[in-house]
């Protein structure tokens, strides 16, 4: 078996990446997945490294997943932390350590960064991605809700 490729997306994956984000918005049952949207937001995410990163897992010459964090700097936590947006692998490559390869990407590259932590939004009923994050070390916070409030009349 073809080893394992774990890169930092380019902006010249753009079209490669998005067909595994409408497959993960679907999964995760996201409304409002607009490839033209989507497709202008990943350019300019790409082209901002401040935003965060991406990072692509190939095996066999196919995109077997994808994961995004983005960057924040937050008081409470002490400095500069990442928030997982996405993280997706492809049906055929789970429970093969591809997301597990892609978190430990993003948590070499957030140790570069001086990040003091790294967070994600799971479900309440997505017990298999609770299962999955409890086994790489994360933690739930208990006693916090997330709030939203909309800035502009795009999607939430």
């Not at 995760?28 to 997945?33: E, N, P, T, Y």
């Not at 086994?135 to 997330?146: A, D, M, P, T």
Request: proline share 3%.
């Amino acid at each position: 078996m073809e080893s394992l490729e774990i890169r930092a997306v380019q902006r010249s994956d753009a079209d490669r990446l998005l067909p595994l984000m409408a497959a993960y918005w679907a999964c995760d049952g996201i409304a409002g997945f607009d490839h033209v949207r989507i497709r202008r937001q990943l350019h300019d995410f790409l082209s901002n490294p401040s935003y965060g990163c991406a990072w692509l897992a190939a095996r066999e010459g196919f995109v077997a997943g994808y994961l995004v964090y983005t960057l924040v700097y937050s008081f409470e936590h002490g400095g500069l932390m990442a928030e997982i947006d996405e993280l997706y692998v492809v049906a055929p490559w789970r429970g093969q350590g591809v997301g597990q390869q892609l978190v430990a990407a993003a948590q070499g590259e957030l140790a570069v960064r001086a990040c003091v932590s790294l967070q994600m939004q799971v479900a309440d009923d997505n017990e298999r991605a609770q299962r999955f994050y409890a086994r790489l070390g994360f933690r739930q916070k208990h006693g916090y809700r997330l709030w939203v409030a909309p800035l502009s009349s795009g999607p939430l």
